[in-house]
C-alpha cells in the first residue's frame, strides 16, 4: 500500500493565484487512461482532465498530427484565412446537421459567444433588452455574464453586480417554462446543457427537449444547448441532445473537442447563422492552426476508433458493475447520466472520496457535494471500467458506513 496523502497541503505554488483546491497531486504523464505523477505512482484516469481528454492520453496519431502542426504554423491571427478552421467547421456542420461555426478557446467563451447571439437576435427584431431563459443547477462558466446565468449561488458570490436579462426555471418542467415566460415580448432563447455537468449530472428528459424545441419554433425564440460537457461524442451520440432527435440553433462546444488543447466552437443553425457580421465578435486565439488540428484530429480518431460505439458500451457496462455493487446500499441514491457520463448521487457528502480514490489509484471528481462524477476518455476498456468499480466501490461502502 502506498502512503495516505495528507489531507492538506502547503501551497506548494506561492506564485500561483490559489483559486482551485487542489490535491496533494502533481501529474508527469500519461498513457490512454493511465496517468503517473511525478513520484511515480500511477492512478487509472476515470476523470479524463474534466471530460476534456477524449481520446486518452499520449494518443499516438493526435501525437504526431500535433508534433507536425507545431513545426508547421501554431498560430497566425484572424487577420488571415485559416484553412483549418473550414475543415473543422465542415465536419462540425455535418456532425450536428447545423450550418456554421465560430471559433474561441474555452467553453465560458462558446457560452459568451450564444449569449451575444441571443441579444443581437433579440435587438435585430427591436427587442431592446432582451431575456433568456435560465436554468437551477446550471452551469455555463466563470466569466462575470456567464457566471450570471449559472444556477449556482457560490459561483455568483462575491461578484456582483450580475448581468441582467436571465430568467431562471427549473429543469424538465415545461409548464414552469411557459409561466415564467407567459406575456413576456422580451424573451429571445432558452438555454440548458442537455446533461447538466456541474450541477450534478441531471439529465434534460429527450421529451423536454423536444418539448422545448416546439415552444421556441412557436415563439420565435432560439434554443441553445450548452454541449460544452455532454458534446463531443460523450454520451454515444456526437452531441447529447441527438438523442431526442431535435436540433438546438446554438451550440456551444468545448472541453473534448481538442483533447486537451483548448479549442471552443459556437455551432449555429439556419435561424442564428447570419446573427453576426464583421465587427461584432471575435478572439485573438480562436480557431488557431493549433487548436483546429486538434479538433479535426480528434474527430478523425473517434470516427476511425468507434469512440462513439465505445462509450455506449463501456458506459452501460460500468453502469450496471455500479449498481450491482452500490445499488442496495444505504445511503446510495441513484445513478444518472449517460454513455460515459456518469454520476453516483449518496444522501450523503462525499467530497472525501475524491482523495481517498486518488490514494488508492483512481482518479475522479464530486460534484454538487454528493454526486460522484465520471467522465474519462472515450477509449476505456470494459475491463478498465471493472478496475474503477473494484476501486471505487469499497471506498464509497466504507464512507457510507462511517455515519454522519
Ligand atoms: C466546463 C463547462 C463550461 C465552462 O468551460 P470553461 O472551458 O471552463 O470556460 C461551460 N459549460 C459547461 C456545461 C461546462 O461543463
Known amino acids: 500500500m502506498t502512503a495516505a496523502l495528507p489531507d492538506h497541503i ?7 493565484m490559489n483559486t482551485y483546491g487542489r490535491l496533494p497531486i502533481a501529474l508527469s504523464h500519461g498513457q490512454g487512461c493511465r496517468v503517473w505523477d511525478v513520484n511515480g505512482k500511477s492512478y487509472l484516469d476515470a476523470l479524463g482532465g474534466i471530460a476534456v481528454n477524449t481520446v486518452g492520453h499520449n494518443h499516438p496519431r493526435l501525437v504526431a498530427a500535433l508534433r507536425e502542426q507545431v513545426g508547421k504554423i501554431i498560430h497566425s491571427s484572424n487577420y488571415y484565412h485559416v484553412p483549418l478552421q473550414e475543415t473543422l467547421a ?4 455535418e456532425l450536428s446537421g447545423l450550418e456554421n461555426v465560430f471559433f474561441c478557446s474555452t467553453g465560458l467563451e462558446a457560452n459568451e459567444a450564444a449569449l451575444k447571439l441571443a441579444r443581437k437576435f433579440g435587438h435585430d427584431k427591436g427587442i431592446e433588452r ?3 431563459v435560465v436554468y437551477e443547477k446550471a452551469f455555463h462558466g466563470r466569466s462575470i455574464a456567464t457566471l450570471s446565468a449559472t444556477g449556482n449561488p457560490k459561483v455568483q458570490a462575491g461578484f456582483g453586480p450580475l448581468v441582467e436579462g436571465f430568467i431562471r426555471v427549473p429543469i424538465n418542467d415545461i409548464n414552469e417554462l411557459k409561466a415564467a415566460t407567459e406575456g413576456n415580448p422580451n424573451v429571445v432563447a432558452v438555454f440548458f446543457e442537455a446533461i447538466q455537468g456541474e450541477g450534478g449530472v441531471h439529465s434534460m428528459t429527450d421529451d423536454y427537449l423536444r418539448q422545448a424545441r416546439a415552444l421556441c419554433d412557436e415563439r420565435d425564440w432560439l434554443l441553445m444547448i450548452d454541449e460544452v460537457q455532454c458534446g463531443m461524442g460523450r454520451t454515444g451520440k456526437w452531441f447529447a441532445h441527438q438523442w431526442s432527435g431535435i436540433k438546438p440553433d446554438v451550440m456551444p462546444l468545448a472541453k473534448g473537442l481538442g483533447s486537451g488543447v483548448p479549442v471552443g466552437a459556437v455551432v449555429a443553425g439556419p435561424r442564428a447563422a447570419h446573427i453576426f457580421a464583421p465587427g461584432n ?19 478523425r480518431i473517434m470516427e476511425e476508433d468507434g469512440l462513439l460505439e465505445n462509450a455506449v458500451t463501456v458506459g452501460n457496462h460500468l453502469r450496471a458493475a455500479l449498481s450491482r455493487e452500490l445499488g442496495a446500499l444505504p445511503g446510495f441514491k441513484e445513478i444518472r447520466g449517460r454513455g460515459l457520463m456518469l ?15 486518488a490514494e488508492n489509484g483512481l482518479l475522479i471528481s464530486v460534484t454538487a457535494d454528493t454526486v460522484i462524477r465520471m467522465v474519462p476518455s472515450l477509449i476505456m476498456t470494459t475491463a478498465e471500467a471493472d478496475e474503477v468499480v473494484a476501486i471505487l466501490c469499497p471506498l464509497v461502502r466504507q464512507l457510507l458506513q462511517e455515519g454522519v
Open 90 to 93: 465542415a465536419k462540425l456542420v
Open 130 to 132: 432582451p431575456e433568456i
Open 10 to 16: 502547503e501551497a506548494a505554488s506561492p506564485h500561483v
Open 281 to 299: 465578435h471575435g478572439t485573438t486565439f480562436g480557431g488557431n492552426p493549433l487548436a483546429m488540428r486538434a479538433g479535426v484530429e480528434t474527430i
Open 343 to 357: 454520476g453516483i448521487e449518496l444522501t450523503k457528502p462525499c467530497g472525501t472520496l475524491v482523495n481517498r480514490a
